[in-house]
């Protein structure tokens, strides 16, 4: 069973799925569920597209019957009622496919999990975080098995591209009352509704912003029917062609929409509809006349104007940023246009967002620009205190259970930032969730776990649950293990295991079942961390027992313990770009991509970068030329059985300030060299590099 969580061409990618299931079993059964007839038309639209068959399918929805069960697109609310009165087997459908699933949590779709059994199900949804906190993956064994993001999309052209305009709006919101983790409806219509200076503000820039105001096709976002009605009626009055659009609208809703395709009105101001799967790819402005508190109806309303048209070259979005509730969170709305990146969001905004999607841009008024700035150092900075009462109020907001995972993705906070507060643990007992507790290593412990925020090794990670579940030791290990033992150690106290006056790595360890609580959390997060990978590691044949794997992260302590230079007895002092092990005839070279002006000199920033995915230019430390003993090891280390590593990191610190673990991209051979003091070497890898390091080294490159 799957889950695709997709941004875009939700029902082609289910369509070729089927397409590609039915090739191999002639009568594939196909049920098709999801809430609204639209949806259901449009699928099937889809796949008779795709399947080249004009008579596929046939709806169940709205009074409308098919002739047989073998190829439906139903709605959850027909197929609901008509369930008693169905003969069908629980495997009767090969193929059921479940769209706009993040409503799949709810009690009226229950009974498609109860009742069905199919051999594919597949979720699909634009919005996987839901905004009550609860997951939509449990149905599906825990797993997205694919995933396209709205920065991705773009860049592959799979979505228009926007211009986002954060426009100053002269209303003041931080007055009005926040309940539940939103306005107070009734309290915004008024606002919005008791004068027509702020109409006049939104027509004057539309003006602005807007190419031509009688030709565009606009989706207006409004905060109640009246204030979608008022503002309707606004627009015409300046002469503008303008309708509303509401869940109790008389008349004919698809006509409405028909107009607005033909431009017989250029703005539809609308409510509760229009969020998610209504399909008019030709508009091309929407504008937020209210804050959207949610990110899951953010990215819903704005993704109504970002399918592909023709003649349509992008998106504009005006968004009306009036001073917002302390608590309005504007980080994840950003970080949602730009996607991931190792910068922060404050720090994306004052750089004028270096790093969004191909086609696309940003631009904050200069008002607007400072409330949002100051509502992000605001919930950024928030004080520990902010943290504890989160979590005592976690209960009151949301029926999961309380653990790392769910207080995290319930509240969109980011690990880094929970672990600069303290450990969950701490911070359960502070709130009062957990007794107090005292125990000997806490400290160490958390120090240990606020590393391991930067590893993505699943053998590694899988290694420590498995020695917690086996009580700290390991009868027989085998070399790799005592690799991993000694890592562990390392990560833990940071010094040889003498020093502190241990006998043996088991020794050091085995003191670790003195802290019940703190080893919970140990498995805790490391569970939340394997959760959260997403690429295979693959393994790499070395000439000496090593756990490394391909295209994991490891800090510097875990590399230099995995190469022998870190031992039991003695840790090792190497803090260069180059380590050695002379015994092992092995060498991996450090390598930072973005370098600071603090701690390098101009001409030696950019000298390190890939020239393709499998091709990396590194320069030498600056003593080093071709004649030299170390020169002449690079250029003959083939000859001389010499094995280079590379250990590739994007920066030096993250977007949190922690330090950046390095990605091992396996053993390399040397091409060719140039220059002298410092040398510039050309290493080829015998496996490819991952892409995303692969696009952020190759920006480097110099023609």
């Known amino acids: 069973m799957v889950v695709a969580a997709t941004g875009t061409g939700k029902t082609v990618i289910s369509a070729f799925d089927y397409k590609r299931f039915k090739s191999q079993k002639e009568r594939a059964r196909l049920l098709f569920i999801t809430h609204r007839k639209e949806i259901l038309q449009q699928a099937q639209e889809t796949f008779r597209h795709v399947l080249r068959n004009a008579n596929f399918g046939e709806l169940w929805v709205d009074g409308i019957e098919p002739s047989n069960l073998e190829y439906v697109f139903a709605s959850v609310q027909t197929l609901r009622n008509r369930m008693v009165d169905l003969k069908l087997s629980p495997d009767f459908y090969d193929f059921i496919i479940i769209d706009e699933v993040h409503h799949a949590p709810a009690t009226s779709y229950r009974f498609i999990f109860d009742r069905f059994t199919p051999k594919v199900l597949l979720g699909l949804t634009a919005t996987p975080e839901r905004m009550d906190g609860e997951d939509i993956v449990k149905d599906f064994c825990n797993t997205i098995a694919a995933e396209i993001r709205l920065p991705e999309a773009i860049n592959r052209k799979l979505l228009s591209p926007f211009q986002y305009f954060a426009v100053s709006d002269s209303v003041d919101l931080?007055?009005?009352?926040?309940r539940n983790g939103r306005y107070d409806i009734n309290e915004l219509t008024k606002l919005y509704t008791a004068e027509d200076?702020?109409?006049?503000?939104?027509?004057?820039n539309c003006d602005?912003?807007?190419t031509d105001l009688h030709e565009v096709r606009a989706l207006g976002?409004?905060?109640?029917?009246?204030h979608a009605q008022y503002m309707a009626e606004k627009f015409v009055l300046a002469g503008l062609k303008a309708e509303y659009l509401t869940s109790n609208s008389p008349g004919d809703r698809d006509g409405v929409r028909q107009r607005l395709r033909n431009k017989e009105i250029n703005y539809l101001f609308v409510v509760d509809i229009f969020n998610e799967g209504v399909d008019i790819p030709e508009i091309d402005t929407v504008l937020f006349l209210r804050p959207t508190e949610s990110l899951t109806i953010f990215l819903q309303q704005l993704g109504r104007g970002l399918r592909l048209a023709d003649a349509k070259e992008c998106l504009t979005v005006l968004d009306f940023v009036g001073n917002a509730n302390a608590q309005y969170d504007f980080e994840h709305k950003f970080r949602a246009l730009v996607g991931k990146t190792h910068t922060s969001i404050e720090k994306e905004i004052e750089d004028e967002f270096p790093h969004l999607p191909l086609g696309c841009s940003i631009i904050l008024e200069k008002k607007a620009k400072e409330v949002i700035?100051?509502?992000i150092r605001e919930a950024i900075g928030f004080n520990r205190n902010q943290l504890i009462a989160k979590i005592r109020r976690f209960p009151l907001n949301s029926t999961l259970p309380l653990t790392l995972k769910n207080f995290l993705e319930f509240n969109h906070l980011e690990l880094p930032l929970l672990y600069k507060k303290g450990s969950w643990k701490r911070l359960l007992a502070a709130a009062g969730i957990l007794a107090d507790f005292v125990e000997p290593q806490e400290k160490e412990l958390t120090r240990f776990m606020t590393r391991l925020l930067s590893c993505n090794s699943y053998s590694y990670l899988n290694f420590i649950k498995r020695l917690i579940k086996e009580d700290w030791q390991i009868a027989k290990p085998t070399a790799e293990e005592e690799v991993l033992l000694l890592m562990l150690h390392y990560d833990v106290w940071r010094e040889a295991g003498t020093k502190l006056g241990y006998r043996n790595v088991t020794e050091s360890l085995s003191v670790l079942r003195s802290n019940p609580v703190m080893i919970s959390e140990v498995e805790e997060l490391v569970d939340y961390l394997i959760d959260q990978i997403d690429f295979v590691e693959n393994d790499i044949e070395l000439p000496f027992p090593s756990p490394l794997k391909l295209h994991s992260r490891y800090n510097r302590d875990q590399i230099l313990t995995a190469l022998g230079l870190h031992t039991f007895e003695k840790a090792s002092s190497n803090r260069e770009g180059v380590a050695l092990n002379k015994e092992l005839n092995v060498e991996a070279l450090f390598i930072t991509l973005k370098k600071s002006e603090k701690e390098y000199s101009p001409t030696t920033l950019y000298d390190d970068y890939a020239i393709n995915e499998y091709l990396f230019h590194w320069q030498s430390q600056n003593a080093t030329s071709p004649e030299s003993s170390k020169g002449q090891s690079y250029l003959k280390h083939q000859q001389?059985?010499?094995?280079?590593?590379?250990?590739?990191?994007?920066?030096?610190?993250?977007?949190?300030?922690?330090?950046?673990?390095y990605v091992f991209l396996g053993?390399?051979?040397?091409?060719?060299?140039s220059g002298s003091k410092p040398m510039n070497i050309e290493w080829k890898l015998n496996e490819p590099m991952p892409a995303?390091?692969?696009k952020e080294s190759g920006k480097l490159a110099v023609g």
């Open 174 to 178: 931080s007055q009005i009352a926040w």
């Open 197 to 204: 200076r702020r109409v006049g503000e939104v027509l004057e």
């Open 208 to 210: 602005k912003y807007l």
């Open 221 to 226: 976002f409004c905060v109640s029917q009246a």
């Open 373 to 375: 700035l100051r509502n």
């Open 640 to 661: 001389l059985n010499k094995t280079i590593l590379l250990f590739v990191r994007e920066q030096n610190d993250d977007e949190y300030g922690n330090t950046m673990s």
């Open 667 to 673: 053993d390399a051979n040397f091409m060719k060299s």
């Open 692 to 694: 995303y390091l692969w």
